[in-house]
Every structure is written in C-alpha cells, then in structure tokens.
C-alpha cells in the first residue's frame, strides 16, 4: 500500500511533516508526541485504584467513564489538572486496546485529542473518525502474518469452560478477550494457550479479568509510528502497563511503567524506560508528571 498516508491540515501550506497540529503553543521545531495507553495506565477502574491510605486521605477522583449508567473510571482531580495541560503543550494520544466504542464512553479531560489508537493500533481516529487506509493496511498485514481469528476462537471454545469463563469477545473482528473469574483462571490453561497461539503468530495478555488474544503484527507502536509521521514528531514519549505495550514502550524515545501490572509482574524493563514506584491511580497522576516534564525540556 504506497498510497499517501493523508495530508496533515495544513500540508498544502508546509509540507507534509512540519505542520503542528495542536493549535497556538506549539513550537515550530519540536513536537512532542505522547502515546499512552489508558487502563491501569492513565485511567482506573475501583478495583484498580490502590489508594492504600487512610480514606480521610484519599486523593479526590474525577469519574472519566460511565459504562451501563455506572461509573467505572477514575483518574485524580490532580491527574485531570495534569493532562488538560499536557494536552496543550503536546500531541497527546490515547492508545489503547480498547474498541472505537469503548474508547469513545471515556471522556478526557482537555482538549479532544486530535489522534487516537484503539483495537491495539488497529484504528488510527482522526478527530473521531477511523482513518480507513490504516485499517486496510493492518488488515492486510494480519492476513500475511498470523493465522486467522477463526482459528483463536475455535481453540477458546474448544478449551475452556464456563466455570471460569463468563463471556467470550471478539473486539472490532481483529482480536479475541476472555473475561474470566481470574481467582479460578487455570494457570496451566494460561502457559500451554499462550504457547500455542505464541506458534500462530498471536501474543497472549491477561490484565485484570480478561485474557486477550492479539496478533503479533497488531502494535500499538505501529499506529503511534504512523501518526509521529504524519505530524513530524521530534521526541516521542510512551507510558503502559501491560505486555501489549512492551512494543510502544521500546519504540518510544522515553517511556514509563507504573509499578503495577503485567510488565511489573514480570520485572520487564528497558535502557531508556522509567519505572514508577508508584501503584494505582497515583501511578497515573506521576506519569503524567514526568510526561510534562519530559516535554518541557
Ligand atoms: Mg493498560
């Protein structure tokens, strides 16, 4: 696909790499994209929040997401504060596992982003709207790549039960989740599926209560690739939690985990990643702090 992967706004001008896209702050010269993903990232379930202070002390939380008339995400008050400004000052984008429809019920604080990532870097939204050509693109590439959903689905059905599993899911027809009851996920099930799809071309994530089945060559740094292209990033920083972000944390120019998390379970790390003592939703407040602060120099 050699197709011209669009025209910043203002590329008739500029040319295609110099235009910044987030309005009157940003300098000619530098621009800073910041790809972060959201869920235990920037963005916390209760479940997930670990305050683990006396509650008279408990930072105040700002809901981000409401999900069947209930809410389900926080961020803290300081945190909303933090990324409204962040979003000024960079090309902030969320990049998620998440679907369209999922992303699309959290609403951020600040400025709409210009550029999101959802489906794990499967849909590039362009002010709210897939960017088509991209999603052909990973079609196509998936189809080369790693053996069909088809097959994922037919082994789930095939080896699991409903003692421990609750729904299966297939996300946007590119990738599978289980959300299972994690206290009775079988151990040996998780190793002998993850090396099984591992052979077909597919990486296996559990975060919280879902099992995810994602192709390989389905990344999140891909996507954030393709959009430090389109608006001619100069640093590009990166923050997650979970495997699927191990690939945007490495092709990030500096990146950061918090110390929760599949990645921290695993003592994952890399020369020019952060790791944040910081657990919880004050993990998401801290990240947003060096993102800044990275940003600034
Ligand atoms: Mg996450």
């Not at 300098?27 to 479940?47: E, G, M, N, Q």
């Not at 206290?183 to 190793?191: K, N, Q, T, V």
Request: charged share 25%.
């Amino acid at each position: 696909m050699s197709t011209p992967l669009t025209a910043p706004l203002t590329a008739s001008l500029t040319g295609p790499l110099t235009a910044p896209l987030t309005g009157p702050p940003a300098t000619p010269l530098a621009t800073t994209l910041v790809a972060s993903d959201l869920d235990r990232t920037l963005i916390y379930s209760s479940a997930a929040l670990s305050l683990g202070m006396p509650d008279a002390q408990a930072p105040r939380l700002l809901c981000v997401e409401v999900h069947e008339s209930k809410p389900l995400s926080y961020m803290t008050e300081d945190a909303a504060g933090l990324l409204e400004r962040l979003a000024d000052e960079t090309v902030f984008v969320p990049t998620t596992t998440r679907t369209r429809k999922q992303y699309q019920r959290i609403q951020l604080p600040g400025a709409a982003p210009k550029y999101a990532i959802c489906a794990n870097g499967g849909h590039i939204l362009v002010d709210g709207v897939t960017d088509r050509e991209w999603h052909a693109k990973v079609v196509n590439r998936l189809a080369e790549e790693c053996a069909p959903l088809s097959e994922i689905r037919a082994y789930l059905t095939a080896t699991t039960d409903l003692s421990w599993v609750r729904k299966h899911r297939v996300a946007e027809d590119l990738f599978a989740y289980l959300v299972v009851e994690r206290e009775r996920l079988p151990a040996e099930w998780l190793g002998r599926f993850g090396e099984w799809a591992g052979e077909r071309g597919w990486t296996v994530s559990l975060q919280g209560r879902k099992v995810y089945a994602v192709p390989k060559p389905l990344t999140k740094s891909a996507a954030v690739r393709e959009v430090a292209r389109r608006i001619g990033a100069t640093l590009t920083l990166a923050a997650g939690d979970s495997l699927l972000d191990a690939d945007l944390l490495m092709a990030a120019d500096r990146a950061w985990r918090p110390g929760h998390g599949e990645l921290a379970e695993s003592e994952w790390t890399a020369p020019h990643l952060d790791v944040l003592a910081e657990r919880g939703v004050a993990a998401g407040e801290e990240i947003l702090r060096r993102f800044r602060a990275a940003a600034a120099r």
